[in-house]
T-cell receptor, first 110, second 114 residues
Framework: SQKIEQNSEALNIQEGKTATLTCNYT??????LQWYRQDPGRGPVFLLL?????KEKRKERLKVTFDTTLKQSLFHITASQPADSATYLC?????????FGAGTTVTVRA | NAGVTQTPKFRVLKTGQSMTLLCAQD?????MYWYRQDPGMGLRLIHY???????AKGEVPDGYNVSRLKKQNFLLGLESAAPSQTSVYFC?????????????FGPGTRLLVL
């Protein structure tokens, strides 16, 4: 069966450190993968997209990697700030729909 | 632009009651989606639409119906609510599916079925 797994536990990190989130998948062959941010009580907001032929994508302090052999994407937040505290969702292209992971909650301590 | 809006924001229903959730977008997007989000689970697709007048089933369609009579609106109906439908419902829209476009989400509707 198809499965998307993100870090099962919440991530607590010190301000200024790098947070690394994992998204592993099975029985998917996504043409692209997206990462979204979700704050409590709000809808998800798009952050980054990476395609299957791209190894790495960056946007400001965010970096995403995509390894189709390992079936894994890593999401990095560098120089983290308390404002980065949120839940981060990975989403895989599935036909012309998206399939979402359950998300990883990140808390950045000042 | 308001983006994607959802009505209502919160609703309490009794088992067996019916209701309609409204999603509206002002971005002229072709594709629209209804998801539910439950604790510890990812967003699960209920129904979606690839254009005005079209609808299709997603991953968890049972107990729900949808309509897309106008391009900007996507309605989600619960004919006979059950406690298992207690959830947060999100609507999303996208320019066109499958090409790596961004999905834009509404603020969500919290539904409690007693």
């Amino acid at each position: 069966s198809q499965k998307i797994e993100q870090n099962s536990e919440a991530l607590n990190i010190q301000e200024g450190k790098t947070a690394t989130l994992t998204c592993n998948y099975t029985n998917y062959s996504p043409a692209y993968l997206q990462w979204y941010r979700q704050d409590p009580g709000r809808g998800p907001v798009f952050l980054l997209l990476i395609r299957e032929n791209e190894k790495e994508k960056r946007k400001e302090r965010l970096k995403v990697t995509f390894d189709t052999t390992l079936k894994q994407s890593l999401f990095h937040i560098t120089a983290s700030q308390p404002a980065d505290s949120a839940t981060y969702l990975c989403a895989l292209a599935n036909d012309y729909k998206l399939s979402f992971g359950a998300g990883t909650t990140v808390t950045v301590r000042a | 632009n308001a983006g994607v809006t959802q009505t209502p924001k919160f609703r309490v229903l009794k088992t067996g009651q019916s209701m309609t959730l409204l999603c509206a977008q002002d971005m002229n997007h072709e594709y629209m989606y209804w998801y539910r989000q439950d604790p510890g689970m990812g967003l699960r697709l209920i129904h979606y639409s690839v254009g005005e007048g079209t609808t299709a089933k997603g991953e968890v369609p049972d107990g729900y119906n949808v309509s897309r009579l106008k391009k900007q609106n996507f309605l989600l109906g619960l004919e006979s609510a059950a406690p298992s439908q207690t959830s947060v419902y999100f609507c999303a829209s996208e320019t066109s599916g499958g090409a790596g476009e961004t999905q834009y989400f509404g603020p969500g509707t919290r539904l409690l079925v007693l």
